[in-house]
């Protein structure tokens, strides 16, 4: 265990020797401490990394390339690489159990890309693939390539409605996904706001999907992955989940059984921050099946791999298999909990009616606001949320009707249910106490609003006094 004059050494001495090239830079570096210090961050995939996570990412492997796997890479000198990308890789089979895993991607976006791609390159029976299997792939003309791109571009996928707490790399037009497959979404059920397995099952049935997508960005309960994994063989699908926002109650054994969707899914991804707590960047973990199709995610899909990240993910993976994160995975939900109910006793509405997992989102129409208004009224009293769609939202993808809430980062400070009380009262006040504007036509506006300036600095003071309490990174002093 490193000493705090250890770690307040190294993060010193490191902004002294990057003033001394851009003081501009170290001064940003610097800043953002300080701002997060005294932020009362809600944002639901947003987190805290160790300092010793931190740290492995500012190293000489920053100046390695490495295409290719453990043992097989297409540069020299990639011994030490080898050594942290198995290391990775281990810590992630070990904690999730999983059969494979592949540490690689840089974000879960590329991560979701490596899956589909090797879904695709493994299921696929086209044609212009089983040509591109059998010759080398320069041999292969124009028209070749152009009957590989509608064969494997034409597959279906069905995944979770981005209103209903999907994602927008679940297949959504915006987004490469949606480009790459005929897409369709399945929702929520109207008056509940929960998957109706039922209908899942026979949106799967009527369109017949390659994969079947499970998995959330703003989703405030647990998915049944096995029921999820028996309506995808039903029709043949290969069953994929997206864990990126929950992967830390996998790793801590919150969500277990029908819950974990290791055991379930040929194919999980993830990302490594958010509730895992570790670097940014993303992960895959499959079955035996496909993990040579996996592996071949670079270059397939990704760029060089980034090894000075992969040695910050064995870092931040190995934490995750200490037995104190099975707690702190423990409280994330108990303080999402209790400050669900602290709201719920307040007159708030949230979609689902509360939570079971790490978020909430509150429907901020019954304050009389739109998502981006009560979002920069409550960021002006010094609470970091987001803007998030509920499902049927008529407000749309930009102006929402709700705020997403979580609780990793407040958790990983040491908050804990008493606190979430505090926090449920403060995120009342500015709510109802914010009136929405209007444009200068005298219409409705969706993005302008009023809120008293004196309850806004109060609010802000309060959430001061409560951070107070939970040093963030305490053992670090820049002074």
Same mark, same amino acid.
């Given at each position: 265990?490193?000493?705090?004059?250890?770690?307040?050494?190294?993060?010193?001495?490191?902004?002294?020797?990057?003033?001394?090239?851009?003081?501009?830079?170290?001064?940003?570096?610097?800043?953002?401490?300080?701002?997060?210090?005294?932020?009362?961050?809600?944002?639901?995939?947003?987190?805290?990394?160790?300092?010793?996570?931190?740290?492995?990412?500012?190293?000489?492997?920053?100046?390695?390339?490495?295409?290719?796997?453990?043992?097989?890479?297409?540069?020299?000198?990639?011994?030490?690489?080898?050594?942290?990308?198995?290391?990775?890789?281990?810590?992630?089979?070990?904690?999730?159990?999983?059969?494979?895993?592949?540490?690689?991607?840089?974000?879960?976006?590329?991560?979701?890309?490596?899956?589909?791609?090797?879904?695709?390159?493994?299921?696929?029976?086209?044609?212009?693939?089983?040509?591109?299997?059998?010759? +080398?792939?320069?041999?292969?003309?124009?028209?070749?390539?152009?009957?590989?791109?509608?064969?494997?571009?034409?597959?279906?996928?069905?995944?979770?409605?981005?209103?209903?707490?999907?994602?927008?790399?679940? /297949?959504?037009?915006?987004?490469?996904?949606?480009?790459?497959?005929?897409?369709?979404?399945?929702?929520?059920?109207?008056?509940?706001?929960?998957?109706?397995?039922?209908?899942?099952?026979?949106?799967? %049935?009527?369109?017949?999907?390659?994969?079947?997508?499970?998995?959330?960005?703003?989703?405030?309960?647990?998915?049944?992955?096995?029921?999820?994994?028996?309506?995808?063989?039903?029709?043949?699908?290969?069953?994929?989940?997206?864990?990126? +926002?929950?992967?830390?109650?996998?790793?801590?054994?919150?969500?277990?059984? $029908?819950?974990?969707?290791?055991?379930?899914? +040929?194919?999980?991804?993830?990302?490594? #921050?958010?509730? @895992?707590?570790?670097?940014? /960047?993303?992960?895959?973990?499959?079955?035996?099946?496909?993990?040579?199709?996996?592996? %071949?995610?670079?270059?397939?899909?990704?760029?060089?791999?980034?090894?000075?990240?992969?040695?910050?993910?064995?870092?931040?993976?190995?934490?995750?298999?200490?037995?104190?994160?099975?707690?702190?995975?423990?409280?994330?939900?108990?303080?999402?909990?209790?400050?669900?109910?602290?709201? @719920?006793?307040?007159?708030?509405?949230?979609?689902?009616?509360?939570?079971?997992? #790490?978020?909430?989102?509150?429907?901020?129409?019954?304050?009389?606001?739109?998502?981006?208004?009560?979002?920069?009224?409550?960021?002006?009293?010094?609470?970091?949320?987001?803007?998030?769609?509920?499902?049927? $939202?008529?407000?749309?993808?930009?102006?929402?009707?709700?705020?997403?809430?979580?609780?990793?980062? @407040?958790?990983?400070?040491?908050?804990?249910?008493?606190?979430?009380?505090?926090?449920?009262?403060?995120?009342?006040?500015?709510?109802?106490?914010?009136?929405?504007?209007?444009?200068? $036509?005298?219409?409705?506006?969706?993005?302008?609003?009023?809120?008293?300036?004196?309850?806004?600095?109060?609010?802000?003071?309060?959430?001061?006094?409560?951070?107070?309490?939970?040093?963030?990174?305490?053992?670090?002093?820049?002074?």
């Amino acid at each position: 265990m490193s000493s705090p004059n250890a770690e307040s050494t190294a993060f010193r001495s490191a902004l002294e020797v990057i003033r001394a090239v851009e003081p501009r830079v170290a001064g940003a570096i610097a800043a953002e401490l300080t701002d997060q210090r005294e932020s009362l961050k809600l944002i639901a995939s947003e987190n805290y990394a160790s300092p010793a996570t931190l740290l492995a990412m500012g190293n000489w492997f920053s100046d390695k390339y490495a295409e290719g796997t453990v043992g097989r890479r297409f540069y020299a000198g990639c011994q030490n690489v080898d050594t942290v990308e198995a290391l990775a890789a281990e810590h992630a089979r070990e904690l999730f159990g999983a059969a494979h895993a592949y540490v690689q991607p840089h974000s879960g976006i590329d991560a979701n890309l490596v899956a589909f791609w090797a879904v695709l390159a493994d299921r696929v029976e086209a044609p212009a693939l089983e040509k591109a299997r059998a010759r +080398h792939v320069n041999d292969l003309t124009e028209a070749d390539w152009f009957a590989l791109r509608r064969e494997l571009g034409n597959q279906r996928m069905l995944g979770m409605s981005l209103d209903a707490g999907g994602h927008l790399t679940h /297949g959504f037009r915006p987004n490469i996904s949606g480009k790459m497959f005929d897409q369709r979404s399945y929702g929520t059920d109207p008056r509940t706001g929960l998957i109706d397995y039922d209908k899942v099952a026979e949106a799967a %049935r009527e369109f017949k999907p390659l994969i079947l997508v499970a998995g959330y960005s703003a989703y405030p309960r647990r998915v049944n992955f096995r029921m999820m994994r028996e309506i995808a063989d039903s029709v043949g699908a290969t069953f994929m989940v997206d864990m990126a +926002h929950f992967a830390g109650l996998v790793a801590g054994k919150v969500l277990t059984g $029908d819950f974990d969707p290791v055991p379930h899914a +040929h194919i999980v991804t993830t990302t490594t #921050h958010k509730s @895992l707590r570790g670097p940014r /960047g993303g992960m895959v973990l499959c079955q035996p099946e496909l993990a040579e199709q996996v592996d %071949r995610g670079c270059p397939m899909v990704l760029g060089g791999p980034l090894p000075h990240v992969m040695a910050a993910k064995a870092v931040a993976l190995a934490e995750a298999r200490r037995p104190d994160f099975a707690d702190y995975a423990n409280r994330i939900v108990a303080n999402a909990q209790a400050l669900a109910e602290g709201l @719920l006793r307040r007159g708030a509405d949230l979609v689902t009616g509360g939570t079971d997992n #790490h978020l909430a989102i509150i429907d901020v129409t019954s304050y009389g606001l739109t998502g981006r208004q009560a979002e920069q009224a409550l960021l002006d009293s010094g609470i970091v949320t987001n803007r998030n769609s509920v499902p049927q $939202d008529p407000n749309g993808a930009w102006y929402t009707s709700g705020i997403r809430i979580g609780t990793p980062a @407040l958790t990983t400070r040491g908050l804990g249910t008493a606190e979430m009380d505090v926090i449920a009262e403060l995120i009342h006040t500015v709510l109802s106490q914010t009136n929405a504007g209007s444009n200068a $036509d005298g219409t409705a506006s969706k993005a302008k609003y009023a809120l008293d300036a004196a309850v806004a600095d109060k609010v802000s003071r309060q959430a001061g006094e409560l951070l107070a309490g939970f040093p963030l990174y305490p053992t670090v002093d820049l002074t």
